[in-house]
Protein backbone atom coordinates (compact mmCIF):
# COMPACT_ATOMS: atom_id res chain seq x y z
CA UNK A 1 0.00 0.00 0.00
CA UNK A 2 1.06 3.54 -0.85
CA UNK A 3 1.83 5.86 1.99
CA UNK A 4 -1.10 8.78 2.84
CA UNK A 5 -0.02 12.41 1.93
CA UNK A 6 2.07 13.87 4.90
CA UNK A 7 0.18 17.33 6.66
CA UNK A 8 0.58 20.58 4.79
CA UNK A 9 1.24 22.06 7.97
CA UNK A 10 1.62 21.74 11.55
CA UNK A 11 -1.42 20.31 13.84
CA UNK A 12 -0.99 22.39 16.74
CA UNK A 13 -4.53 22.65 18.15
CA UNK A 14 -7.25 20.95 17.01
CA UNK A 15 -10.29 21.45 17.74
CA UNK A 16 -13.33 18.93 17.21
CA UNK A 17 -16.14 20.21 16.71
CA UNK A 18 -20.21 19.26 15.64
CA UNK A 19 -20.95 20.88 12.46
CA UNK A 20 -19.84 23.33 9.93
CA UNK A 21 -20.94 26.45 11.44
CA UNK A 22 -18.33 25.77 13.65
CA UNK A 23 -15.70 24.77 11.19
CA UNK A 24 -16.07 28.09 9.65
CA UNK A 25 -15.97 30.04 13.12
CA UNK A 26 -12.90 28.80 14.01
CA UNK A 27 -11.30 28.87 10.76
CA UNK A 28 -12.34 32.84 11.62
CA UNK A 29 -10.26 32.87 14.14
CA UNK A 30 -7.33 31.85 13.07
CA UNK A 31 -7.35 27.70 13.91
CA UNK A 32 -5.98 25.99 11.24
CA UNK A 33 -6.41 21.98 11.74
CA UNK A 34 -9.97 21.07 12.71
CA UNK A 35 -11.99 18.40 12.34
CA UNK A 36 -15.75 17.71 12.12
CA UNK A 37 -17.47 15.20 13.94
CA UNK A 38 -21.15 15.06 13.45
CA UNK A 39 -23.47 13.13 15.74
CA UNK A 40 -25.32 10.62 12.93
CA UNK A 41 -28.11 10.10 15.53
CA UNK A 42 -28.85 14.31 15.30
CA UNK A 43 -28.99 14.35 11.58
CA UNK A 44 -30.58 12.46 8.68
CA UNK A 45 -28.41 11.64 5.77
CA UNK A 46 -28.88 14.96 4.00
CA UNK A 47 -28.46 16.88 6.93
CA UNK A 48 -24.85 15.02 7.29
CA UNK A 49 -24.19 15.68 3.49
CA UNK A 50 -24.83 19.07 3.33
CA UNK A 51 -22.42 19.64 7.06
CA UNK A 52 -19.42 17.65 5.15
CA UNK A 53 -19.82 19.79 1.93
CA UNK A 54 -20.17 22.96 3.90
CA UNK A 55 -16.88 22.45 5.86
CA UNK A 56 -15.00 21.39 2.81
CA UNK A 57 -16.06 24.13 1.13
CA UNK A 58 -14.72 26.66 4.01
CA UNK A 59 -12.07 24.95 4.43
CA UNK A 60 -11.18 25.33 0.38
CA UNK A 61 -11.79 29.44 1.13
CA UNK A 62 -8.64 29.55 3.56
CA UNK A 63 -5.21 29.34 2.60
CA UNK A 64 -3.59 26.21 5.19
CA UNK A 65 -6.52 24.77 5.75
CA UNK A 66 -6.79 21.28 7.19
CA UNK A 67 -10.33 20.00 7.95
CA UNK A 68 -11.03 16.65 8.58
CA UNK A 69 -14.49 14.90 8.53
CA UNK A 70 -14.53 11.56 11.22
CA UNK A 71 -15.86 8.92 10.19
CA UNK A 72 -18.17 9.63 7.09
CA UNK A 73 -15.51 8.95 4.52
CA UNK A 74 -17.76 8.07 1.64
CA UNK A 75 -18.91 11.72 1.76
CA UNK A 76 -15.54 13.45 2.14
CA UNK A 77 -14.35 11.76 -1.02
CA UNK A 78 -17.43 12.83 -3.00
CA UNK A 79 -16.63 16.53 -1.33
CA UNK A 80 -12.95 16.47 -2.44
CA UNK A 81 -12.01 16.93 1.85
CA UNK A 82 -8.76 17.36 2.68
CA UNK A 83 -8.48 15.46 5.43
CA UNK A 84 -10.38 11.72 6.56
CA UNK A 85 -9.94 10.92 10.49
CA UNK A 86 -11.03 6.92 10.69
CA UNK A 87 -11.27 4.75 14.37
CA UNK A 88 -9.77 1.02 14.44
CA UNK A 89 -13.40 -0.20 13.65
CA UNK A 90 -13.62 1.88 10.20
CA UNK A 91 -10.22 0.05 9.06
CA UNK A 92 -12.40 -3.42 8.12
CA UNK A 93 -14.77 -1.25 6.12
CA UNK A 94 -13.57 1.68 4.60
CA UNK A 95 -12.21 1.72 1.19
CA UNK A 96 -8.10 2.40 2.44
CA UNK A 97 -7.49 2.62 -1.47
CA UNK A 98 -9.46 4.82 -2.52
CA UNK A 99 -8.96 7.28 0.03
CA UNK A 100 -5.12 7.38 -0.66
CA UNK A 101 -5.30 7.53 -4.28
CA UNK A 102 -7.63 10.60 -4.00
CA UNK A 103 -4.90 12.17 -1.76
CA UNK A 104 -6.79 12.94 0.75
CA UNK A 105 -4.84 12.88 4.11
CA UNK A 106 -5.77 10.20 6.52
CA UNK A 107 -5.57 10.24 10.71
CA UNK A 108 -6.59 7.18 12.84
CA UNK A 109 -7.37 6.60 16.30
CA UNK A 110 -5.36 4.88 18.37
CA UNK A 111 -6.15 3.19 22.42
CA UNK A 112 -3.17 0.72 23.06
CA UNK A 113 -0.01 -0.23 21.21
CA UNK A 114 -1.52 -2.95 19.18
CA UNK A 115 -3.58 -0.82 17.49
CA UNK A 116 -0.99 1.55 16.78
CA UNK A 117 1.24 -0.56 15.10
CA UNK A 118 -1.76 -1.76 13.14
CA UNK A 119 -2.36 1.96 12.11
CA UNK A 120 1.20 2.75 11.58
CA UNK A 121 0.93 -0.03 8.81
CA UNK A 122 -1.43 2.11 6.55
CA UNK A 123 1.22 4.97 6.46
CA UNK A 124 -1.39 7.08 7.63
CA UNK A 125 -0.60 11.19 7.66
CA UNK A 126 -0.88 11.37 11.76
CA UNK A 127 -1.84 8.88 14.59
CA UNK A 128 -4.30 10.18 17.15
CA UNK A 129 -3.89 8.42 20.68
CA UNK A 130 -5.87 8.48 23.54
CA UNK A 131 -7.83 8.70 26.32
CA UNK A 132 -4.78 10.71 27.60
CA UNK A 133 -7.33 11.43 30.43
CA UNK A 134 -10.64 10.79 31.62
CA UNK A 135 -13.71 11.94 29.27
CA UNK A 136 -17.12 11.77 30.01
CA UNK A 137 -18.13 12.85 25.99
CA UNK A 138 -17.52 9.25 25.08
CA UNK A 139 -18.19 5.78 26.59
CA UNK A 140 -15.05 4.19 26.13
CA UNK A 141 -13.70 1.08 26.93
CA UNK A 142 -10.00 1.68 27.36
CA UNK A 143 -8.08 3.03 30.47
CA UNK A 144 -6.90 6.59 30.16
CA UNK A 145 -3.51 6.60 28.58
CA UNK A 146 -1.56 9.39 31.09
CA UNK A 147 1.09 11.11 30.43
CA UNK A 148 3.77 8.99 30.91
CA UNK A 149 2.80 6.30 28.26
CA UNK A 150 1.79 9.16 25.98
CA UNK A 151 5.28 9.89 25.63
CA UNK A 152 6.59 6.28 25.15
CA UNK A 153 3.72 6.02 22.59
CA UNK A 154 4.63 9.50 20.89
CA UNK A 155 8.28 7.50 20.25
CA UNK A 156 6.77 4.51 18.66
CA UNK A 157 4.54 6.35 16.20
CA UNK A 158 7.45 7.78 14.85
CA UNK A 159 7.56 9.10 11.75
CA UNK A 160 4.10 9.62 11.87
CA UNK A 161 2.80 12.92 13.90
CA UNK A 162 0.75 12.16 16.83
CA UNK A 163 -2.36 13.90 17.98
CA UNK A 164 -3.29 13.79 21.76
CA UNK A 165 -7.28 13.69 22.74
CA UNK A 166 -9.29 12.48 25.53
CA UNK A 167 -10.26 15.11 28.35
CA UNK A 168 -7.89 17.44 27.80
CA UNK A 169 -8.95 21.12 28.59
CA UNK A 170 -6.64 24.27 28.06
CA UNK A 171 -5.17 24.12 31.31
CA UNK A 172 -4.43 20.21 30.88
CA UNK A 173 -2.89 21.36 27.03
CA UNK A 174 1.14 22.20 28.09
CA UNK A 175 1.71 18.91 29.76
CA UNK A 176 0.59 17.26 26.98
CA UNK A 177 2.36 19.00 24.53
CA UNK A 178 5.57 18.78 26.39
CA UNK A 179 4.74 15.12 25.61
CA UNK A 180 6.23 15.30 22.15
CA UNK A 181 3.20 15.09 20.17
CA UNK A 182 2.61 17.41 17.58
CA UNK A 183 -1.38 18.10 18.52
CA UNK A 184 -3.78 18.58 20.65
CA UNK A 185 -7.07 17.48 19.92
CA UNK A 186 -9.44 19.03 22.46
CA UNK A 187 -13.69 18.85 22.17
CA UNK A 188 -15.31 20.81 24.65
CA UNK A 189 -12.69 23.32 25.71
CA UNK A 190 -13.75 25.02 22.93
CA UNK A 191 -17.30 24.35 22.07
CA UNK A 192 -18.61 24.49 25.50
CA UNK A 193 -16.59 27.54 26.91
CA UNK A 194 -18.08 30.58 28.48
CA UNK A 195 -16.31 32.81 25.26
CA UNK A 196 -14.91 30.20 22.62
CA UNK A 197 -13.48 32.80 20.34
CA UNK A 198 -10.66 33.36 23.76
CA UNK A 199 -10.67 29.69 24.25
CA UNK A 200 -9.44 29.51 20.84
CA UNK A 201 -6.65 32.24 20.59
CA UNK A 202 -5.15 30.59 24.19
CA UNK A 203 -4.92 27.26 22.39
CA UNK A 204 -3.28 28.55 19.24
CA UNK A 205 -1.20 30.67 21.95
CA UNK A 206 -0.15 27.20 23.48
CA UNK A 207 0.49 24.97 20.70
CA UNK A 208 2.30 28.06 19.57
CA UNK A 209 4.63 28.91 22.77
CA UNK A 210 4.98 24.40 22.56
CA UNK A 211 6.70 24.72 18.93
CA UNK A 212 8.83 27.64 19.57
CA UNK A 213 10.32 25.34 22.74
CA UNK A 214 10.55 22.50 20.97
CA UNK A 215 13.00 24.32 18.10
CA UNK A 216 14.59 25.82 20.57
CA UNK A 217 16.05 22.80 22.20
CA UNK A 218 16.60 21.06 19.29
CA UNK A 219 20.10 20.21 19.04
Given at each position: M?????L?????F??????A?W?????G???????L?IK???HD?DE??????T??A?????????????D???LA???G??G???G????????????????VR??L????????AR????Q??????G???P??????PYEPV?????????????????????????A?????????????????AV????????????????AA????T??????
Open positions: NSFKPTGPIGYPVVPDAVRRLLWGVRTIQRAADAIAWEVRAVAGREVPGAQVFINHWELEAAYVHLQEDLDTADIAALCKAGLGSTHTPAELAKAVPSYLAIPIYTTLKVMGLERLKSWARDAAPYPVVAIGGISLLMPGVLACGVDGVAVVSTLAADPQEAARQGLALQARGQAGSVG
